[in-house]
């Protein structure tokens, strides 16, 4: 396989990947509903980030070994690394006047360091046995914005609604990864995670009606929000299998994290009648506490990965991922990678999810020594989604997600 062969190989994946299907209808209500469908927050290390996660069949990395804990056999130097990003998103309504505002949030998004216990000597039976303590922000899960702008409705005898949405899901999660190296072909890998998360909604609804229940003018207004506080556990387990040089195999499952929800809600109502006489109804619940329990999508991957000598490598990979509440949700992704220099590597990376029927791109340049790497990478998402009223669950439009990442990693290798 020629060098550009191989890039026009990646090119025609990319294309095929592209192919548009439905949107993924969200309804804005209880933090169950926002928690599954947070898990398409691409986070890591810098080149996990620029291959667009297409890290299952790679290995060597430590958010890939979160993936697939048999990458973690791979390792032949212990390391520390160290991991940050920003984020900017804006959501838009194509239908609609309003402009949501840009926002942004900045992270720590990984530490770890592995422990690797090899026997370089040996080409059979067990090379090394490695270990991995880590911190992942598992995902910063924010949707802020606003449908059916009400300033736009000046005709006094029209109906209008008007949502607005901000709500986000913070989760992160505390590692325990094991490997093994067997013969240089075969790794397996298993993973524990202790998990915590703070989440939050609150969905202001206004709704006016020209003619209501009193053939006068009214004003419906609700504000709902939804607060909550949880700890769970799941694990993970895969396996990478590396029959000749140039292939690679990955199979990895992850568990759903699992654990109890505690969760606080409450409600504000006014009803504004408009008349000769105007009257107002106001109503303010009081904290309303639960506890349910916690059960985060299950996950499973499958890819492959081709290398092409020391020029750079192609990994296709496929994930799936199901929850009770948004069903089961597929993801295709591939990453390039090319060696520009001995040190010198260009990640490129693309990925589409079912979910929110989000496209990611991504661009990422690391600096490989034999002790010291640093990367830099950069990923484009955008997204469509219908949003549905909570209260009545009408159709409230559809918006569209822009966001912007920005990874940089340090690793040493000790």
Known sequence: MTKRSFTYSFVIVAILMAQ??????????????????????????ARYVGLAGAMTAVGGDPTAVKINPAGLGIYRHSQFSASGDGTFRKFLQ???????????????????????LTRPQRIAGVVSNNIMVSYAKRADSKRIFTLNDASAHTDAKTDWIETKVDEYVNRHDINVHFAQNIS????WGVGMSLEWLNTRQTISRWEYMAAGKRDVPEEYDLCETYM??????????????HPVQAVRFGLSVESPIIGQMRQTYYFTEDIIYSGSSSTKVQYGSPDINS??????????SAGLGLQWKNHGLLSLQYDLQY??????????????????????MLDLGYAYSTLYARQRAALGINYMGNWLRIGVAYNFSWSTGQVKDSYYYTSQGVYKMRENKIVVTFQWNS
């Open 184 to 187: 240089n072909r075969v790794y």
């Open 291 to 300: 506890r349910w329990m916690l059960v985060t999508p299950l996950k499973a």
């Open 228 to 241: 909550g506080k949880a700890v769970g556990w799941g694990a993970s387990a895969g396996v990478l299998v």
């Open 94 to 116: 194509p239908e609609g006047v309003n402009e949501n505002r840009w926002y942004d949030s900045w992270h720590l998004s990984q530490v770890s360091y592995v422990f690797a």
């Open 20 to 45: 548009v299907v439905p949107a993924q209808t969200i309804h804005p209500y209880g933090l169950d509903q926002l928690m599954a469908v947070s898990e398409d927050d691409m986070s890591g290390t």
């Open 323 to 344: 929850h009770k509440l948004t069903g089961v949700a597929h993801t295709a992704r591939a990453g390039l990678e090319v060696a520009m220099t001995n040190h010198w």
